[in-house]
Structures are given as structure tokens and as C-alpha cells.
């Protein structure tokens, strides 16, 4: 499969704490995107880092890419309750340009 | 500002009965248009992508049809509904002209139960 995959599953951490999500990918890519769900909600895009690109950040999100690992990171820092929600990276790979392709989540929970 | 509305929020219908999921997007033109499906806590599937009225590409073999009559409504169907076909259904859109370099959007999905 091409698809990206999430590592943990699964993450549960204390109001405050740092949270780090991984993501590996099998394929060239174009660019990789990182999105948020809340629970019986639509994804929410959060960030886009292309290919050229190591590092990227926006408020208390910072992503990095490893093209040569084929894997990127999402942290989340000083993190809230409200940041609880699913997040799933997608890639968009060189060959393609019609569709991202989404990763299975990481379920992340933060506790007050 | 674009938006994009899709209902209905819930729908719960037996096996055998018809499907009729609808999407449109407001504030944009000729947009690239997306039906997902997630399973419970599971990533997303793709199951057809528009890039124009009228063209319908399907990712995956299954009892689900789309059509888009119209540049910005995208609709999800089906004939005779299977247990299988329960999940979340989510639509997206993305500028046609944006080479990928700009986020998905999406609606707030459909959680449909066939009973």
C-alpha cells in the first residue's frame, strides 16, 4: 500500500506535555499534509510541508520531513485538552495528482 | 469565503433501501470533489473522485454509485443498500488548479447505519 501510516495508534498525555506523532510512507512524494479530527467531525487541514521542505511550523504545531526516511513528524506542544482528536497525516506522491492519501491516525487524548 | 455543506448529518436505513448522500460547495469553481469512507477508527478510504461535471472516476469496486450534475454538487448513491455499506461518509473538495499545494476541505460527514 502506498498509504501513509501513524505511529503510535494511539497517545495519551497530560495537560502541558509535548505530543509527537510519527508518519512513514512508502513512495516519492509531492508534499505531506497533516489533519485533525474531532470526533464525528470532518478533517481539519493543520499544516502542508512539500517535499523541498525539512521543517515547518505553525503556532504550537511543528512538523519535520525526512525525505530520505520516508517519514515525518507531527509535535504538538504544550498541549490542551482540546487538543484531543485524531490526527492523520496524507501524501500526495509524485505520480499522482488527483487524490491524497490518508494514513490510519493517531488518537491522541489529553488529559486535564 | 468557500463552504461546503453535505447532509444529511445521520441517516439510518435498512438493507436493501436506496442511498442518496449530497454534497456542494459554495464560493469556488470547478473544484476537484472527493467521497471518502472511514470506517470506526480507521483512516479514509477513497471511493470516487470528480474533476468535472459528469466525470466520475471510481477507486474501489463496490455497491456505490456518484454522479455530479452540476459543477459544484457531488452525490453519493446507491441502489439496494448492504450492512457493509455502514460507515462515515465524508465529501472534499480541492481547487482543480491548486496542484496539491493546497489543503483538502471538508464537509462533516454523514454517518450512515445500515440496519
Known amino acids: 500500500s502506498q498509504q501513509g501510516e501513524e505511529d503510535p495508534q494511539a497517545l495519551s498525555i497530560q495537560e502541558g506535555e509535548n505530543a509527537t506523532m510519527n508518519c512513514s510512507y512508502k513512495?516519492?512524494?509531492?508534499?505531506l499534509q497533516w489533519y485533525r479530527q474531532n470526533s464525528g467531525r470532518g478533517l481539519v487541514h493543520l499544516i502542508l510541508i512539500r517535499s523541498n521542505e525539512r521543517e515547518k511550523h505553525s503556532g504550537r504545531l511543528r512538523v519535520t520531513l525526512d525525505t530520505s526516511k520516508k517519514s515525518s513528524s507531527l509535535l504538538i506542544t504544550a498541549s490542551r485538552a482540546a487538543d484531543t482528536a485524531s490526527y492523520f497525516c496524507a501524501t500526495v506522491f509524485s505520480g499522482s495528482a488527483r487524490q491524497l492519501t490518508f494514513g490510519s491516525g493517531t488518537q491522541l487524548t489529553v488529559l486535564p | 469565503s468557500q463552504t461546503i455543506h453535505q447532509w444529511p448529518a445521520t441517516l439510518v436505513q435498512p438493507v436493501g433501501s436506496p442511498l442518496s448522500l449530497e454534497c456542494t460547495v459554495e464560493g469556488t469553481s470547478n473544484p476537484n470533489l472527493y467521497w471518502y469512507r472511514q470506517a470506526a477508527g480507521r483512516g479514509l478510504q477513497l471511493l470516487f473522485y470528480?474533476?468535472?461535471?459528469?466525470?466520475i472516476s471510481s477507486e474501489v469496486p463496490q455497491n456505490l454509485s456518484a454522479s455530479r450534475p452540476q459543477d459544484r454538487q457531488f452525490i453519493l448513491s446507491s441502489k439496494k443498500l448492504l450492512l457493509s455499506d455502514s460507515g462515515f461518509y465524508l465529501c472534499a473538495w480541492i481547487l482543480a488548479s491548486s496542484r496539491w499545494v493546497s489543503p483538502l476541505h471538508f464537509g462533516n460527514g454523514t454517518r450512515l447505519t445500515v440496519t
Open positions: 470528480s474533476v468535472g461535471i459528469g466525470q
Open positions: 513512495t516519492s512524494i509531492n508534499n
